[in-house]
């Protein structure tokens, strides 16, 4: 299995910014895609912005120009940084990753894991 833990969330005026971390620990043998999503109260989980292991990244439209993803594979942490934040920002956002795991003796490929989510409120 795998844990991710995530940090950095928190209260923030418009304008400003804040770093999430998400660090991934367990029986990890390789990890593959890293993601940040975001569910406003009410709404639908939506992707923020995912990256490859070889940093190739993505970004929902409404966040482009604002937040940077990147990952740290050494220490199997990915991270967001967000900038210019606005009260529309304000939701729970969870770290994903996709990963080959050991289990015993044994690989099993592709798996997809989440973290709990950590509050981001923007006020204005």
């Known amino acids: 299995q795998v844990q991710l833990v995530e940090s950095g969330g928190g209260l923030v005026q418009a304008g400003g910014s804040l770093r999430l971390s998400c660090a991934a620990s367990g029986s990890i043998f390789n990890i593959n895609d890293m993601g940040w999503y975001r569910q406003p109260p009410g709404k639908q989980r939506d992707l923020v912005a995912r990256i490859t292991s070889g940093g190739s990244t993505t970004y929902a439209d409404f966040v482009k120009g604002r937040f940077t993803i990147s990952r740290d594979n050494a220490n199997n942490t990915v991270y967001l940084q967000m900038n210019s934040l606005k009260p529309e920002d304000t939701a729970v956002y969870y770290c994903?990753?996709?990963?080959?795991?050991?289990?015993?003796?044994?690989?099993?490929?592709?798996?997809?894991?989440w973290g709990q989510g950590t509050q981001v409120t923007v006020s204005s």
């Open positions: 994903n990753c996709n990963a080959d795991v050991r289990a015993g003796p044994a690989v099993l490929y592709g798996w997809n894991y």
